[in-house]
């Protein structure tokens, strides 16, 4: 599948080229007879928060340590801000901010020691900025109070806090956090939303992976769809979201009735659990409200069922595997 | 491309951190970790043990301890000797076995890399972090044994060589230091080595399993007489050699060889560690 285009044809060729943060052709990666990435084409433009949705073992990871130079492809190429990578990375990486495989720390060390230690190895930090670059970063993940406590004694939570504050030393052009929010209490959860959020406010290119399709749609203005080692579909969040004909979820006790009365106005509809659904093809979703309650049906909720990505992604994870 | 800051050092347009910053973060790190200072703090304890020994023994043991009684600058000597048998390669072990596998286990090494300390300077850092480490220990035997041995055992005022002659308190001292400096060689060698296999696995333990191995394996070979074409190429044939500090005149001869030779490993530990490290997926 020639994936990735869907973002990259919305532009002209010229300017895909010069505004693609991550540019990735033929990626293919494979561990002896095991290939963990099949041939992936993708395009991110700057400036988008693109969300790389997939079950575990889809490649997520694999394909993230080769676009940082952490791991060699099979075949392909990567490039990075427009430097191809692995053979320039030493001039990209600085601009980059990475949390990948989880927070990798020194137990021994506090909070801030292990941030030091980061910073010091940080190309575009100076010496007399580390520092502050430190308190500010573990300010910005709320740590300020836990930093001096050895790393061993911290959460599951603080610690993935202290991995992304690692990220973020160094104001970067490009972020890429593999799965965030691992171990993350729902507060946790919205802080890391809260930055990326930030981060695409500031122009900066995020890349997010994730097996949460909810956590791709809170934060995400693109996403792309991984599943054994393949790109399913990628695109703009919204594209997706609306690709196939609008669905209204209808709750309702009286299944019965509410069918009858939808087709008694021409209008599709099926049961499923709890409630029916309706095809929104030449009526809006008001109207059937409107016309289900006329028929004395008890509506209990309704809302847009977004059928693209929430299907597709449904039967990644749930089939039969 | 962003403007790199004015104390950035750069080489074709990349950014890099200083060196000397890189260094001082490591050497903070090596130094600073508990067990290095228990190791350090155990190692001390070697010339104080080997002190006390020989006071309360009414009758010193074989070999050197021998010369030890009464001649507290000898000390420090049989202190070095003796630990480079086993406890000053396992001090070394363990640090260049934290250096790249422990890091690597840790999730740490992903760091540096992404930073990015790019491969070669990451070997260079951390070869230095290990060599600090062999200072470190080998001054701690070395000083703690002097203090020892004019406090303990006596005999501040010169040192009674092998030979029979007599050397004033400067120039044992000297000898001293001399095997000070000849044992930071050859752990410097091991080190090397112990980098190389560090470079090549995650786990710390098989760095110390495979490299201390090694050490006792050689010590092995060297004894049997079927194979002593081999000794010349043995690291451990040569570590008899810091007996000679202790004879007047100096006999340089197997000094300089098992240097030498402690060179070769040296160069061969850090070629196949830098060959491994710059393929090596992190």
Not at chain 1, 68 to 79: D, H, I, K, Q
Not at chain 1, 210 to 234: M, P
Not at chain 2, 110 to 133: E, I, N, T
Not at chain 2, 218 to 223: C, D, K, P, Y
């Amino acid at each position: 599948m020639t994936a990735g285009s869907a973002i990259a044809s919305t532009m002209r060729v010229d300017e895909a080229t010069a505004a693609a943060a991550i540019r990735v052709r033929g990626l293919r990666k494979t561990f002896g007879h095991t290939v963990a990435v099949a041939a992936v084409d993708l395009d991110v433009p700057a400036g988008a928060v693109l969300g790389m949705l997939g079950p575990n073992g889809s490649g997520k990871t694999t394909m993230i340590r080769m676009l940082l130079a952490l791991s060699r492809p099979t075949a392909g190429s990567v490039e990075l801000l427009g430097s191809p990578v692995p053979s320039d990375a030493g001039q990209v990486l600085p601009h980059v901010g990475a949390l990948v495989e989880g927070p990798g720390f020194h137990p021994f060390l506090s909070g801030r020691e292990n941030l030091r230690r980061a910073a010091a190895a940080e190309p575009l930090l100076a010496t007399a900025a580390v520092p502050g670059a430190v308190d500010d970063a573990l300010a910005r993940v709320g740590l300020s109070a836990a930093a001096g406590r050895r790393y061993r004694a911290y959460s599951m939570g603080m610690k993935q806090r202290l991995g992304l504050a690692a990220a973020l030393l160094v104001p970067r052009r490009l972020v890429v956090l593999d799965e965030p929010t691992n171990g993350l209490d729902p507060a946790g959860t919205r802080e890391v939303r809260r930055i990326v959020a930030e981060l695409h406010g500031a122009g900066t290119t995020v890349l997010v992976s994730s097996h949460l399709l909810a956590e791709v749609e809170a934060t995400c203005t693109h996403v792309a769809v991984l599943a054994e080692g393949s790109l399913i579909t990628s695109g703009p969040l919204a594209a997706l979201l609306d690709g196939d004909a609008p669905l209204l979820d209808v709750a309702t006790p009286d299944v019965e009735s509410a069918l009858d009365a939808l087709c008694s106005e021409s209008v599709g509809a099926s049961a499923v659990p709890g409630g029916v659904r309706v095809e929104l093809i030449g009526i809006d979703a008001a109207s059937v409200v409107a016309s289900l309650v006329r028929a004395g049906v008890a509506v209990h909720e309704a809302r847009r069922a977004r059928a693209g990505l929430d299907e597709l992604f449904a039967q990644l994870t749930e089939g039969d595997r | 491309m962003t403007v790199a800051q004015p104390d950035v050092a750069g080489r074709g347009g990349a950014p890099r951190a200083p060196m000397t910053r890189l260094l001082r973060s490591e050497l903070r790190w090596v130094l600073y970790r508990p067990r290095t200072q228990v190791a350090l703090g155990l190692l001390a304890l070697v010339p104080v043990l080997i002190g006390v020994g020989i006071v309360l023994a009414d009758s010193p043991g074989g070999g050197l301890l021998t010369q030890v009684a009464g001649n507290g600058l000898v000390l420090p000597v049989a202190a070095l000797s003796i630990s480079l048998a086993l406890l000053l390669p396992l001090t070394v072990t363990m640090a260049a076995a934290d250096a790249l596998a422990g890091e690597s286990s840790h999730g740490t090494l992903r760091g540096l890399l992404l930073a990015p300390v790019s491969r070669g300077r990451l070997l260079a850092v951390k070869a230095v972090g290990v060599l600090a480490v062999a200072v470190a220990a080998v001054a701690a035997v070395a000083a703690v044994g002097v203090l020892t041995g004019i406090v303990l055992v006596g005999g501040a005022d010169g040192m009674l060589t092998l030979s029979g002659s007599e050397l004033g308190p400067g120039s044992g001292l000297l000898r001293v230091a001399l095997a000070a400096a000849w044992t930071v060689g050859q752990l410097a060698a091991i080190g090397a080595v112990a980098l190389a296999v560090s470079s090549a696995t995650d786990h710390p333990l098989v760095v110390l399993a495979v490299t201390l191995g090694g050490v006792i394996v050689f010590g092995v070979l060297s004894a049997l007489p079927a194979l002593e074409w081999m000794q010349p190429l043995l690291l451990t044939t040569g570590w008899r050699a810091i007996v000679d500090v202790l004879r007047d005149p100096l006999p340089f001869g197997e000094l300089l060889s098992s240097s030498y030779r402690a060179g070769c490993y040296l160069l061969i530990g850090l070629a196949l560690a830098l060959a491994r490290i710059t393929t090596r997926e992190a």
